[in-house]
């Protein structure tokens, strides 16, 4: 368990007026440009005769509706940028997933501590789920990474946001971020984009504490497809050794015990 804070909601990476998509949108484009809700770019470029990035996405633009491949909306991302010229003619785009971190348990009783007015701190079950992030979001990165790469105009590919303790975790899942050679932006690119609560710029009380991203890191989805299948394997016969142990033969060693997803 990480002692660093993790972000668990998602609208809380969107502070600062959804700063992470113009992250996104400069590292993609090369530049500072507004960014409009989808359905009213293309008249804003075309009224100020320069280059915006419309916006697509829940709450802001309006999420794109795409084609279904037999019934399943399985080519969905959170949110896609794409830029326009000053005409209001769309020139290329990205996609960007955003993940934080999935909880198991309860808090509901240290919720309500905390908002108590003597504002206690109780015991809870909650906990994070670190491993089904893991593989709940790999294989989709995989897969949409593989998707865009046949789009004409998403010629830099996927970026994925999330909190830095859970990029360090999926870094770690897939062999560390050595393993994941840097590649320069293409359309085959993944590019993970992390966050992490900016401690160093104060803290006051009731006021949210600013986030600040760390570098990005740009490789390609099959580099990502090759580490992620090439999973480091637990010693032989560690099931019967675990089975053994609870039939109350000799204690099994610590390694033949982890046998859930928690890996």
């Known amino acids: 368990m990480t002692s660093d804070p993790v972000i668990c909601c998602p609208v809380r990476l969107y502070a600062d007026s959804y700063r992470v998509l113009y992250d996104v ?24 005769q320069q ?17 279904q491949k037999d019934g399943a909306g ?4 959170d949110w896609v ?7 209001g003619k769309l020139k ?15 808090y509901r009783n240290g919720r309500e501590g905390l908002l108590s007015p003597d504002r206690t701190n109780p015991t809870t079950t909650a906990g994070l789920n670190w491993e089904n992030v893991n593989k709940r979001i790999l294989p989709q990165l995989i897969y949409k990474g593989q998707v ?17 303790p859970v990029y360090s975790r999926i870094m770690a899942r897939v062999g560390g971020s050595t393993g994941l050679i840097r590649y320069a932006l293409q359309p085959a690119s ?28 740009s490789t390609t ?31 099994a060693p610590k390694q033949a015990l982890l046998l859930s997803d928690d890996f």
Request: glycine letters at 6%; one cysteine or more.
């Open 148 to 164: 865009l790469q046949r789009e004409a105009l998403c010629r830099k590919g996927l970026f994925f946001v999330c909190p830095s």
């Open 74 to 77: 399985s080519y969905f991302v």
């Open 92 to 106: 290329e785009f990205v996609a960007v997933e955003v993940q934080t971190i999935d909880t198991t348990g309860n």
């Open 25 to 48: 949108a400069k590292i993609a484009f090369e530049a500072d440009f507004d960014l409009i809700a989808g359905a009213k770019a293309a008249a804003i470029a075309k009224e100020k």
């Open 221 to 251: 989805v099959y580099k990502l497809q090759e580490a992620f299948n090439n999973v480091t394997l637990p010693d032989e016969n560690v099931y019967r050794t675990a089975i053994e142990a609870a039939l109350g033969g000799p204690p």
């Open 81 to 87: 940028l794409a830029l326009l010229d000053a005409n």
């Open 190 to 217: 993944i590019t993970f984009l992390s966050y992490q609560h900016d401690i160093e710029a104060g803290t006051v009380d009731g006021i949210t504490v600013p986030l600040k991203a760390l570098a990005p890191h």
């Open 51 to 67: 280059p915006v990035v419309a916006v697509f996405g829940k709450r802001w633009g309006g999420e794109l509706r795409l084609p």
